[in-house]
């Protein structure tokens, strides 16, 4: 009964595949979050979500397109990746948007 | 533009001692602040928050933090720390005028040593 479930947890890919990471969260929250952790443990906003529609969109290149099926859903596809792609992907999700985040466990993603 | 800054990167602290890990805020309008704690291999968790209201705000496993405007901080303190306590710690900031967007600080490791 995890709150944020992603899949998978880990992710090596090569140069030039595409790529996709699942994320649902079983919390009747309104809004869904991905967050992109580097090897330094800097964290940032990608894309954020309420109640489906689009409302942060950070300076991201176009290969990473989320895709919000329904309010407990938040999927991340990505194009081409690319080396620099390499990176710990969390999905969180809150209850509004003022409120503090649930995130998942994380998505490793190696690119080599 | 908001922005968030944990000046230590590393804090050592011994087992019983008080902690503070602290943060300060850049932001228009009222302040949303929060407290993440991150254990290795693991996603954040919520430790604490302040939107409104009395100033010290308590949170989970003991911590609190004091919202400070004047100094635009909220560092997050314990009493007595715990070797368990070991972890990351972000504080992050949200203003209602940024679209609700949170912006991260860069982090601080806690080494509690027994």
């Known amino acids: 009964d995890t709150a944020v479930s992603q899949t998978p947890k880990y992710l090596v890919t090569q140069m030039g595949n595409d790529k996709s990471i699942k994320c649902e969260q079983n919390?009747?929250?309104?809004?869904m979050y991905w967050y992109k952790q580097d090897s330094k443990k800097f964290l940032k906003i990608m894309f954020s979500?309420?109640?489906?529609?689009?409302?942060i969109n950070e300076t991201v290149p176009n290969r990473f397109s989320p895709k919000s099926p329904d309010k407990a859903h938040l999927n991340l596809h990505i194009n081409s990746l690319e080396l620099g792609d390499s990176a710990v992907y969390f999905c969180?999700?809150?209850?509004?948007?003022?409120?503090?985040?649930?995130f998942g466990q994380g998505t490793r993603l190696t690119v080599v | 533009a908001q922005s968030v800054a944990q000046p230590e990167d590393q804090v050592n602290v011994a087992e019983g001692n008080p902690l503070t890990v602290k943060c300060t805020y850049s932001v228009s309008g009222n302040p949303y602040l929060f407290w993440y704690v991150q254990y290795p291999n693991r996603g954040l968790q919520f430790l604490l928050k302040y939107i409104t209201g009395d100033n010290l705000v308590k949170g989970s496993y003991g911590f609190e933090a004091e919202f400070n405007k004047s100094q635009t901080s909220f560092h997050l303190k314990k009493p007595s720390a715990l070797v368990s306590d070991s972890a990351l710690y972000f504080c992050?900031?949200?203003?209602?005028?940024?679209?609700?967007?949170?912006?991260f600080g860069a982090g601080t490791r806690l080494f509690v040593k027994a």
């Open positions: 969180a999700s809150s209850q509004d948007l003022g409120s503090e985040a649930f």
């Open positions: 979500y309420n109640n489906k529609e689009l409302i």
């Open positions: 992050a900031v949200r203003a209602p005028t940024g679209g609700f967007k949170t912006i």
């Open positions: 919390l009747g929250h309104d809004t």
